[in-house]
């Protein structure tokens, strides 16, 4: 496997030594990160376990000629999820288009399609999941800002043996003054639930015929700091936020809905927001708001849960099986809005 310019051999032998490194480098260079002043995407998944690639597409609207990218990935090999920091860095050009099999399994190479000569990424190999972040810059990093609002880009994570693929748009932060900053992106932001007139409202069908994932990102100032692992709270909730049920297809208000907590980034299935009897009373389908509470403590202990600038990304995917023996499958980001 190829990990930036490291030739990587074994999971459990690169990751502890590699993590290690990372927190070391960026020890000094975190003031760094935080006073630049790039423009940023971020893409709320990308998968390279097992059979899955992830191709990530970056379009470049600016002047810019050089990317930062940074991963907050797990290590498979452990039980917990250790919200890892990977970065590195590629070239752009202006108005560029640039392809990156991020796991490096297909292309042979940094770039797709092999056409493009004029721009390069950084993958981080197979064996992996979490989410993605790019910055765009000019000069010697970190300085050279570059305009808001000049990149964009979607990512295709594909199942090489089912055919299952789904598309994620990579989401611009118009307002970051940093390029760590993608907390105005989320909803329950700033340490605050989710209020009246900004729950968002999460739908799904019935479970055996249509399964529902929920891929859910803690988006916080310091998303893109190595050190930093952020946790929230997310929960199915009534009509008035208040966590713990959801309504069925007759507009019933069904309690049961489990609270649970996520650290950094998480796959939940409708059987983990619904579990035991719950699901079974969402045979037929149904929909709850989505309700959220931070659950960080400031490093020094002195602020409660709640209080911190964090929320979250929500991406539901649904998946179907095709008459041919394939797999269809959509992903709906929800960012304040339903989905």
Known sequence: ???????????????????????????????????????????????????????????????????????????????????????GFGDTVPNDYLTVDVSNTLSGGMALPAGDTSSSGFNIGPGFDGYLMVYAFTGTYPAGATPENTLAGEAAVINLVTGEMYKLKANNDPNSISEANFDDMAYGAFGSSVGPGMYPT??????????????????????????????????????????????????????????????????????????????????????ANVQIIDQDLMTAGTQPPGTLDRGIFVTKRETLASPTGGMYSGATSGNRVDF
């Open 202 to 287: 999460a739908i799904f069908h019935a479970p055996s015929a249509v399964p529902t994932e929920f891929d859910v990102v803690v988006v916080d100032f310091q998303a893109a700091s190595s050190g930093v692992t952020p946790t929230s709270s997310i929960a199915l909730a009534d009509v008035n936020g208040n966590p713990g049920s959801f309504y069925d297809v007759n507009g019933n208000l069904i309690g049961g809905a489990a609270t649970v907590d996520v650290t950094c980034f998480d796959h939940l299935t409708l059987s983990d927001l619904l579990p035991g009897a719950a699901l079974a009373q969402a045979a037929n389908g149904g929909w």
């Open 1 to 87: 496997m190829q990990q930036g310019n490291q030739s990587i051999t074994t999971k459990r032998s690169r990751l502890a030594p590699l993590a290690a490194a990372i927190t070391l480098g960026l020890a000094g260079s975190l003031s760094a990160i935080d006073a630049a002043r790039a423009d940023a995407i971020f893409y709320p998944g990308f998968d390279t376990r097992d059979n899955w690639v992830t191709f990530v597409t970056v379009i470049n609207k600016s002047a810019a000629t050089s990317l930062h990218w940074v991963y907050r990935y797990d290590d498979p090999s452990t039980s917990g999820n250790d919200c890892l920091y990977l970065q």
